[in-house]
């Protein structure tokens, strides 16, 4: 390896904006990362978060070599012997319990992570196993069911056209620390900017005057849950005020304006007290999004994982189509990714088989994540014994991690696909630890196709594979190869496989996708001539080709959304609340648990990088517990005192943070936190453990609609610790 001083251009896979990178290396040192200011799509943008890459390089406690649980602690131990041992037990924990009881949870890294979405499911198909969860239940699960229903894939999800809007209007998601979510797009301030220079709008629906909402044009307080009445009684206005304008959209959606019966209870005068938005605010907002030409009504994680959250992003779907901006420039618009997986992949089975002990659906062939402590807690046939954790930490982002905290030591068999003892990966027995994100080969496979922009980009490793290092593919396929033959079957295909590796699945799709580049088919070739990306032009108008029905029509299933509407009346308007569903109202003592994020995390696993936890937020760690004054006198509690917030499933105590932009009732804990588990691992993180906000949340209570989990608008009492 040369000594002398290298220049690569990479990708950021931490969060979804794909940030284009420029590494300097020498040897096998990092030296530096920041903005490749050539990179076409991000021109230049990274946050803090880019040099955490490094420190995930440079750290200490990162695991490079597989580790066995023993007697006398962790040992390491070779590849062979790991990935043999970990086929061995899960083959015979599946001889003596049933294919069933192997359970997988992947978490959200392989998102970002080619090798794993493209040759995790040949080791998922290897198992057989129907118990399969991931992190989609606690986040996004609900626009991938609105998507298979209206236009029959569930990854084709419509993305705000940003750069052309005349209108941006965010509910329920915070860009300035996310950097966006399902809306890939970096630089998200100055797009904001933008449109507002252009003069457009930018207006923010959130419990929470987040900092997105304070360079907004508009931002309005709601109560946590209340979404779904805030978008009826905005369809509502769309017809009352006869501003539909969804004459193009008529031809693939003839049904359209029969959406007035199902909204017609939905006044603005009537959901305004339990929403907290005026009538005429929200009459206003209907009026001026109408008024303002392109416009687009984006939902995220506090419109998603909440009570009605999918009937929710069912209603901003809706909502962009009466108002006509479906398909439209400048509204919510279709990708046309150069490296298309979706004709390859499933569509999406929606509630075709159950959980044995709660009967909840199962959508994509997993299951919702709140059921799986009960999976392995519940005696019987279909059990689940062993359990396999892809890049994911349950422990502190789902439902009651406490739960299944206590169910994992209950297992028979525990690997983790990790690179961290964890508070979840410390429960294995095994743990495998792949390479950081930037020793591997890099295409977005999955972001390319939510990007505000059509582009493409190949990074290859910065840092050749050795002898004793794995990427997570070579992981999960020597894994399948291993379990096949233990199994009897035929194992020949892997030896192709093995030579083609992901990237060439990349550039099969690349040469049969829809660009060509100076004349050339695109491909991983082409791609490599061009370090920084390419740049493929603006999102276009793409229906009805956008659509996977085989009508080419969009099918608007009001058979299956709008029965919700009955739980929404009973559960908001009936006189006598279920008190255990009454997870959205305010009342007496109680108050609204919503989640936030900061620029500075990543989910549970930045905190062992010292630049990402140091710095202050006034004096107070960044796990703090948000609550309005008024709330704060109420219950005599005075700034940064210790507090403790109780709900159904438990308890945590951790500084008060008062602030005014938060609404009163409204109570905000970030999650990720929580790094005060015995035998976890990570030095940094340990200083700066915080609490974890899942040992509040309740995995009892779900959006039934969907499965997915409440993990906004949860009832809770706070009290002087
Ligand atoms: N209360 C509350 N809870 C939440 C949320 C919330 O807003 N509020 N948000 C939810 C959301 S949106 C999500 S996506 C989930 C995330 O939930 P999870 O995916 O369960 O958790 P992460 O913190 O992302 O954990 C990722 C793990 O993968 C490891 N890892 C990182 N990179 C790689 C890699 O390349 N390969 C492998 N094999 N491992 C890797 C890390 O070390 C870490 O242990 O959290 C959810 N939980
Ligand atoms: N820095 C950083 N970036 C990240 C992540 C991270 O952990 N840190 N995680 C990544 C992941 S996995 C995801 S999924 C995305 C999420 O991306 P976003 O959805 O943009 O991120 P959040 O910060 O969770 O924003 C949710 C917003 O919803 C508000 N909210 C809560 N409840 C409600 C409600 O009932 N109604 C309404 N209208 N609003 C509500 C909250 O106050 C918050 O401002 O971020 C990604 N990017
Ligand atoms: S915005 Fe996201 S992709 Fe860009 S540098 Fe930050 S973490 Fe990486
Ligand atoms: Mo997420």
Sequence with gaps: MTTEKQKHYSTCTLCEAMCGIEVTTQGTEILSIVGDKLNPFSEGHVCPKAMALKDLYDDPQRIRTPLEKTADGWQEVSWEYALDKVANS??????????????????????????????GPYFYRALKSHN?????????????????????????IPIPDIDHTQHFMIIGGNPLASNGSIMTVPHIKRRLKAIQNRGGKVVVIDPKKSETADISSEHHFIRPGTD?????????????????????????????????????????????????????????????????????????????????????????????MLSGNLDRQGGMMFTQPAADLLPHSGRGSIANFHTRVRNLPAFAGEFPVSALAEEILTEGDGQVKAMVIGA???????????????????????VAVDFYITETSRHANIILPPVTALERDHYDIVFHNFAVRNSSKFSPAIFPISDTTKTDWQIYLGLAERLDRLNGLPTDRYGTLWDKEPKGVVDDLLKSGRYRYEGEPLSIDVLLKKPHGIDLGPLQPDLPEAIYHNDKKIHLSFDYFMT??????????????????????SEGDSLQLIGRRHLKTN????????????????????????????????????????IIVTSRVGQVSLPAEITDKIMPGVISIPHGWGHNKKGSQW???????????????????????????????????IGAA
């Design 228 to 320: 779904a009445l805030l978008l009826l009684a905005m369809i509502h206005t769309l017809f009352d005020k006869k501003l539909i304008a969804a004459k193009e959209l008529l031809g693939f959606a003839p049904d359209l304006l029969s959406v007035e019966q199902y909204v017609s209870e939905y006044s603005a005068k009537r959901v305004a007290p339990l929403t907290g938005i005026g009538e005429t605010e929200i009459i206003a907002l209907v009026e001026s999004f109408c008024a303002a030409g392109p416009a687009v009504c984006y939902g995220r994680m506090g419109a998603s994982v909440q009570a009605f959250g999918t009937l929710t992003q069912y209603l901003i779907m809706l909502f962009n």
């Design 392 to 414: 994911g930490n349950p422990i502190l982002t789902t439902p009651n991690g406490p739960q299944l905290d206590k169910a994992f030591e209950k297992l028979d068999f525990v």
């Design 603 to 642: 989910n549970s696993w930045l905190h062992n990088s010292h630049r990402m936890v140091k710095g202050t937020n006034n004096g107070l760690s960044r796990c703090t517990a948000q609550i309005h004054p008024v709330d704060a006198a109420k219950h005599n509690i005075e700034n940064q005192q210790l």
């Design 132 to 156: 399969r969860y991931s992190a989609t239940s606690v986040d996004q699960l609900p626009h991938h069911i609105v998507s298979r229903q209206l236009f029959g894939h569930q990854s084709q």
């Design 90 to 119: 899960l083959f015979e924990v599946q001889q003596k319990h049933g294919v069933e009881s192997v359970a997988t949870y992947l978490g959200n890294p392989n998102a970002h992570n080619m090798g794993a979405i493209l040759f």
């Design 683 to 717: 030095k940094t993180a340990e200083q700066h453990a915080g609490v974890s906000v899942n040992d509040l949340t309740d995995e009892m209570v779900l959006d039934e609609l969907s499965g997915n989990a409440v993990l906004n608008g949860v009832p809770v009492t």
């Design 564 to 585: 919700d509407l009955n739980r929404l009346e009973k559960h908001f308007f009936s006189a006598k609340l279920d008190t255990k569903n009454s997870s959205n109202l």
